[in-house]
């Protein structure tokens, strides 16, 4: 579930808040003010999303390898494809 809190009440409650995360799956944005500042996240779910955006860098380097005489809208549907893989 994602829930807001305010920086000073994430600070002064930051034990309660890591059990959140880590037990129950809570996801959290801190706020400062009105403006949010950091979303504080299960690390499973940190690892998973680098993971996926490695594979997609990955993918768009080999892509841009292979197709270095091809026409740019050809390599964007490409690009485009790879997104949607790892979505």
Known sequence: MLKKISAQKA?????ELMDEVRLRGDRY???RGAKPLVAVIPV?????WEQARERLYSRIVEMRERNKQEQSDQLEGQIRLA???VQ
């Open 29 to 31: 944005i801190v706020n």
């Open 83 to 85: 997104i949607e893989a």
């Open 44 to 48: 499973e779910e940190y690892i998973a």
């Open 11 to 15: 600070r002064q409650n930051f034990g």
